[in-house]
Each structure stands twice: as structure tokens, then as C-alpha cells.
């Protein structure tokens, strides 16, 4: 089937995928993003392959699982190797070029993209090394918050770095409809936002009152129990503790979601601009983000497990002429990698497990497709892998007993199947499906020893705990 000539990639950055007032969120605002659902199809269980950008956005530049890369967490960005979907469309003569964030290691590196116009890369160009200092008894802890010390209204260096994005997108625009060659392109843009730190301009912030919020479910406070490597993954990274006091707790709560509406303003600036260049009866836009964030649920902010606020991301297919339309086939990050290579009738060699967005919406649903999720990076002591098939999401954790939920039953994930007998059979099961993916206990193996590698090369612990970003990378100067 004939595609549209060209395509646009909007990914940001840690967008809960619930978080769209069309699919029903009691609070959050985002009509830019309703209007684009309206002209395409919203995959309602998409997923990240890693719950952390760096690990997350790797896998899906190459189409690849993070333990087939070995770029297992925050320090280990893209190069360029393996070779991805950029590459696949330079190799076919498409235009294919970033605005944004990449999260990869250097902009030197030939990372698939003719041009990386202002690149938010990792720190150096060795990311955050001492997130990769995991075992129990040798972590680093930081001071602070991850979140960073003030959470309210005003500008950040993110905001106005997402500002920054969207002009330059416009820019571009308009002169690729200005071209005389006819060449189609693809054109990747990267945003922040919703990504901490919580600070957001005061008229977003003003959409949502602190009594109007929703309350934060499954709170330690109220009884919650947490998971026990959740809760060491958690002791490492602070969560509720670091918070002065509940005021401030649902101020970061307000701030999260109206840094949604200041990511949807922004989509809606894209969509003007692309619209006012003339292209949009030409050109397909695929948005989603790397991955969610738990905006308080059992006690956690940020990301970095895999629970459905954290590992679950939005996924919209918007094609010219399309209607709006749902598919509940589980996909992930893997899929829009695959579909971008076969937007394009371009091609890449190797194993993949992805498979285009276009023919899973044209088949018949499929809720036994599994969807696979890694985790080997900061606060874990041990590696954790979900695995997503029809109603059972398995969350294996290396040493620890896992956890089941039915989602069909438990959308909101409160009740643990994984140590109740008369589930023994389904964990037996799903256990099965992730060994056919990996063997868990030799990956978690794996990781340690290359992060181990790597700290020596760096020097050893003592100069490694103190390499990279304590907690956001900070922008590129634009």
C-alpha cells in the first residue's frame, strides 16, 4: 500500500500514557492531541522496551531489545552501533534529519541522521556513570531529589529548550515545503515535557488546582506495601520522602500534568506549522514518548520500573485522510522503529522483533502478542523484566518473587497474582514466554559484568560516583 510522501516523529519525554483527556483521564487537558487521535489510530497498550530514556531511546533507534545492544542503562547512550532506522532510510536516499532531544552519546557519531539540528545528547558523552553502580552495598546515594529542589510555576531550562525545538521545527518546515527537489523526508523531532523538572509556566499550572486533583493511588502512607525490590530500588532514589510535606507532593502532581498541557500546546504548534507549510495532506506523524512516570502511584516518582504508569507509553499513527480509530494489539517502541523503515520501503539486515504499525492495525487484533520490557539501570539491584501477554502482565525480578496482574481484571494493577497458588500455572507460563525472549538470570549477569567493564575503564567507583548529570541532563544551548 502507497504511503504518504513524507514523516514526521514526535517523541518526548517521560508522557504517561493515560495521560490524554480522549482516553478519558479525569483531569489532564491535551485537546491538540485529542484533534490528532481524531485523524488516526491510538494503540491503547503501547509499551518502552526499558523504562529509562538512554537504554529506551538505543532500542529504538535500532529496533532491538536493550540486552541484544547491551546498552543497558543511562551511561551506555546510541553511537550509531548497531545500525538503526535512520540508517535504513539514509541507505534508501530519504531526508532524514532531528530537532531535539537524542539522548545519544555525541553528535560526531553517525547516529542515522543527515543533520542533528540542536541535539540534547548525554552529558560528555558518557551519561550518568554513577547510576550504574547498582549492587546494594555499593550504590551512590545523591543529594536532593531527583525532581530538583524547587517544584512549581515558572520557566526551566527544559521548557524553554522545548520552546527552542518548536521553532526550529517550524523553520524547517517551511523550507522543506520551500524545496525545489521534491525529496520525501522523514523528520524526527524530540520534546522534553513532560520530564522534570516540575516547573511549568503559571497559566498551565493555573488549569490545575491542588483540590482538584485525583488522589494518588496505592500511597505507602495509607498501608501500600511495596514490592521489596521496589522498595530497595526506591530507598536509593527517595520517592515520597522527598517531599517537605503533602502540599508539595500535589504540587508535583499539578506540575506533572500541566507540563502535559504545555507538551499538548506544543504538538498543536507543530501541527500549525506543519499545516501552514502546506504538507499536511502529505505527511503521516507518529507521536509517543520513551517512557511514563508514576507521578506518585505506591509511593514512586519518575520512572524506572515496570508498573503501567512507568512502562506503558501513548502511541498515535496519524495518516492523511484517516479516522479515528483504536487498536488494543500490545506494541512497543520495537513496532514504530519497524514502521518507520517500512514507511519508507527501505530495509535493514538482522533480526528484529518489531513489526509495522500499519499491518498490526490492518490485521485482527491480537491480545496474545507479547510485548517485552528491561530493566538494568540506576536504584536496581537486580534486574526486572515485564512480559505482556493478552490479560497477564508478568514483572520478573532477578532474585526476588515476581509479581502477576490481570489486566483485564486490575487495569489499575492493585492486587499481586505472583505468589498466590491458584496463579502458579500462569506464572509457569509467562515465565516461559520470557525465556523464550532471554534467559533472565544470565542477562542480569551480563549487565552488571559490562557495567563493571565500564566503571574500571572510567577509573573505579571512586571517580565513576561522581561522572554525569546528578539527575536531568541539562539542554543544549539554543
Not at 536493550?66 to 532510510?89: C, E, F, K, Q, S
Not at 538470570?441 to 552488571?448: H, I, Y
Request: hydrophobic share 40%; charged share 25%; proline share 6%.
Amino acid at each position: 500500500m502507497n504511503r504518504s510522501k513524507n514523516l514526521l516523529v514526535i517523541m518526548s519525554d517521560e508522557h504517561q500514557a493515560r495521560a490524554m483527556s480522549y482516553l478519558g483521564h479525569p483531569l489532564v487537558k491535551t485537546p491538540n492531541f485529542d484533534k490528532l487521535a481524531e485523524r488516526g489510530i491510538t494503540f491503547t497498550n503501547a509499551y518502552t522496551p526499558s523504562p529509562i530514556c538512554v537504554p529506551a531511546r538505543a532500542a529504538f533507534a535500532t529496533g532491538r531489545y536493550v540486552h541484544d545492544i547491551r546498552l543497558w542503562d543511562n551511561a551506555m547512550p546510541y553511537t550509531g552501533d548497531p545500525r538503526g532506522w535512520g540508517h535504513a532510510l539514509q541507505d534508501k536516499g530519504v531526508r532524514v534529519e532531528s530537532i531535539g532531544k537524542l539522548h545519544y552519546r555525541d553528535e560526531a557519531d553517525n547516529a542515522g541522521f543527515d543533520v542533528e539540528h540542536i541535539p540534547m545528547q548525554v552529558v560528555n558523552g558518557v551519561g550518568m556513570v554513577w547510576g550504574s553502580i547498582r549492587r546494594e552495598d555499593e550504590r551512590v546515594y545523591k543529594d536532593g531529589r531527583m525532581l530538583g529542589p524547587y517544584i512549581g510555576a515558572g520557566e526551566s531550562n527544559y521548557t524553554r529548550y522545548d520552546q527552542a525545538v518548536v521553532s526550529r521545527t517550524r523553520d524547517w518546515l517551511a523550507d522543506a515545503a520551500a524545496r525545489k527537489d521534491g525529496q520525501p523526508w522523514c523528520l524526527y523531532v524530540g520534546l522534553v515535557a513532560p520530564h522534570f523538572p516540575l516547573i511549568v509556566p503559571q497559566e498551565y499550572l493555573d488549569m490545575y488546582p491542588l483540590d482538584s486533583l485525583p488522589p494518588i493511588k496505592s500511597r505507602p502512607d495509607d498501608g501500600y506495601v511495596q514490592h521489596p525490590w521496589v522498595a530497595k530500588q526506591n530507598n536509593a532514589l527517595r520517592g515520597d520522602k522527598a517531599f517537605k510535606d503533602e502540599e508539595e507532593r500535589l504540587t508535583a502532581v499539578a506540575c506533572y500534568f500541566a507540563l502535559c498541557s504545555f507538551l499538548d500546546d506544543n504538538i498543536g504548534h507543530l501541527m500549525d506549522a506543519l499545516d501552514a507549510s502546506g504538507q499536511m495532506d502529505d505527511t503521516t506523524v507518529i507521536y509517543t514518548s520513551d517512557h511514563g512516570d508514576n507521578v506518585g502511584a505506591r509511593g514512586l516518582w519518575g520512572k524506572s520500573n515496570m508498573y503501567e504508569e512507568s512502562v506503558a507509553v501513548p502511541m498515535i499513527l496519524s495518516e492523511p485522510g484517516a479516522k479515528a480509530a483504536r487498536c488494543a494489539t500490545p506494541v512497543s517502541l520495537l513496532d514504530v522503529s519497524q514502521t518507520i523503515i517500512e514507511h519508507f520501503g527501505a530495509s535493514l539486515p538482522g533480526d528484529r522483533p518489531g513489526a509495522s504499525l500499519y499491518d498490526i492495525a490492518a490485521a485482527e487484533e491480537d491480545a496474545e502478542r507479547v510485548i517485552f520490557s528491561e530493566y538494568h539501570a540506576v536504584g536496581a539491584v537486580s534486574a526486572a523484566y515485564m512480559v505482556r501477554k493478552g490479560r497477564w502482565k508478568l514483572i520478573h525480578y532477578h532474585g526476588f518473587a515476581p509479581e502477576l496482574f490481570d489486566l483485564e481484571a486490575d487495569p489499575e494493577e492493585m492486587t499481586d497474582l505472583g505468589t498466590d497458588p491458584a496463579y502458579a500455572e500462569v506464572v509457569a507460563q509467562m515465565e516461559a514466554e520470557l525465556e523464550k525472549i532471554c534467559d533472565p538470570g544470565a542477562m542480569n549477569d551480563l549487565a552488571f559484568a559490562d557495567q563493571d567493564a565500564m566503571i574500571e575503564r572510567y577509573g573505579g567507583r571512586e571517580i565513576a560516583m561522581n561522572m554525569g548529570a546528578p539527575a536531568a541532563t541539562p539542554p543544549p544551548e539554543t
